[in-house]
């Protein structure tokens, strides 16, 4: 009775593997992903007050402001599920929706971190945004492992008289 | 300063997806297990007809053109003698195609095993004479390799793999070790050797028939089946390219009954004991 089960077992291990990675993914992923997008809704919310402009040329102050070059960078990783679902859409073509989500937190998130750092200047405006994207892949194959995204400008500070 | 200057939420769902995930793994796991299946039919199909229309003289050539690589092969052993004997008797009884010819080579290995390749020739290993069969059971499994050889199951099979692989790789094969094509290709995989079975059942089928033609009667057809059956545990029939044993033990008595073929009968001894 063991070897019956035992034997099942072996023959059927590489599905039951890539299931059980699928599932851990899809469900870990999913986790991550709400709980990433809620930090990012209600940090934006905070730091509405700081306007991020992408337009080369600063607004008129009264007297000239103090510049800074302010950064925000982050890597996000896709899951498993995303790259299973992810590969099976490169044979049918479309919207990678899988990966959309990714680098829309992505995004986000930079914009958010380069928003902080002015804050932390007490900047109120930043100017010259701009958004780059990058992916990191590991190796072997064109799987989109993670994502870097990176956002810049020029924080403007109020000069105090 | 900055006065007028406003800071909406921006509106969700426009570049992020509102869809569930799974929504759309789904649709694509079903469309591409669809279309593999659908596909590996097809070729299959076509691959396993083109492999019949090749000539049993072209079989003969390439065997011949290949084994002429190695030292050439030293004339029949006594035990070949026999067993291409019996396998004579089993053709006289059961006539091959026009143009077609088995020759039997006996191989140095411990596993009951026999097995036929191109050209008509049929091996078999070392372990399976000195297994305690019957002249009737041993029969049965030679009549089995000749039925692979008489229904072409051997140029169709490779042809039909051919096929298959070149298909894949052009279809899949720019995909660079992808997670989902490495799925895709195990579906292929698992869809062909249900073709293999099938084979192995006509086989089993016209084995039978031979059998009977020669020795009058079907007794010990089976017993080489349960010898293995009681010596090996279960296998998945599911991943593997014969039947499951018990299932051909059972399809052999089937179909005695249903030509009303004698399942007893005089058992010769077998010639090499």
Avoid at chain 1, 104 to 131: F, P, S, T, W
């Amino acid at each position: 009775m063991e070897t019956a089960i035992f034997t099942y077992f072996a023959a059927f291990f590489p599905f039951i593997s890539i299931a059980g990675f699928l599932i851990v993914g899809f469900l870990a992923g999913r986790r991550a992903e709400k709980s990433h997008y809620d930090s990012i809704v209600s940090r934006e919310k905070r730091l509405a007050a700081i306007l991020a402009f992408s337009e080369k040329t600063p607004p008129p102050f009264d007297t000239p402001p103090v510049s800074a070059l302010v950064v925000g960078s982050v890597v996000i990783s896709s899951d498993y599920f995303k790259n299973f679902t992810a590969g099976l859409r490169n044979l049918f073509g479309g919207r990678m929706r899988s990966y959309e989500s990714l680098l829309d937190r992505a995004r986000r998130e930079a914009i958010l971190r380069m928003k902080q750092e002015a804050d932390e200047l007490g900047a109120r405006y930043i100017c010259n945004v701009r958004i780059e994207t990058s992916p990191i892949t590991q190796g072997g194959g064109n799987q989109i492992v993670c994502v870097e995204a990176y956002a810049y400008g020029t924080a403007l500070v109020k000069r105090r008289r | 300063m900055g006065e007028g200057y406003e800071n909406p939420a921006i509106p969700e769902g426009i570049n992020a997806p509102d869809e569930h995930p799974l929504k759309e793994f789904a649709w694509l796991s079903f469309g591409a297990l669809i279309i593999v299946i659908a596909l590996v039919w097809l070729i299959a199909g076509l691959g396993y007809l083109a492999g019949s229309l090749i000539p049993f003289e072209t079989e003969t050539r390439i065997m011949e053109a290949i084994e002429s690589l190695d030292a050439p092969s030293a004339p029949l052993s006594l035990r070949e003698q026999k067993l291409n004997d019996l396998a004579q008797k089993l053709i006289a009884a059961d006539p091959l195609p026009q143009g077609m010819s088995v020759v039997l080579r006996e191989i140095e290995a411990r596993e009951p095993n026999a097995f036929a390749t191109l050209g008509g020739r049929v091996y078999v290993t070392t372990g399976l004479l000195d297994m305690p069969l019957s002249e009737n059971a041993l029969a049965m499994a030679l009549a089995h390799e000749i039925a692979h050889i008489r229904a072409r199951h051997v140029i169709s099979s490779l042809s039909r793999g051919l096929l298959m692989s070149l298909t894949m790789n052009a279809l899949f094969g720019a995909q660079e070790s992808s997670i989902a094509s490495s799925m895709i290709g195990q579906a292929g995989v698992t869809t062909e050797l249900t073709f293999s079975r099938s084979d192995e059942e006509e086989a089993d089928r016209l084995a039978l028939k031979t059998l009977y033609n020669c020795y009058g009667h079907i007794a010990d057809a089976t017993a080489f089946f349960e010898a293995v059956a009681a010596e090996n545990g279960l296998a998945v029939e599911f991943l593997s390219t014969h039947p499951d044993l018990r299932k051909r033990v059972e399809a052999i008595g089937k179909r005695a009954k249903e030509n009303g073929w004698p399942t007893q009968g005089e058992i010769t001894p077998s010639p090499f004991r």
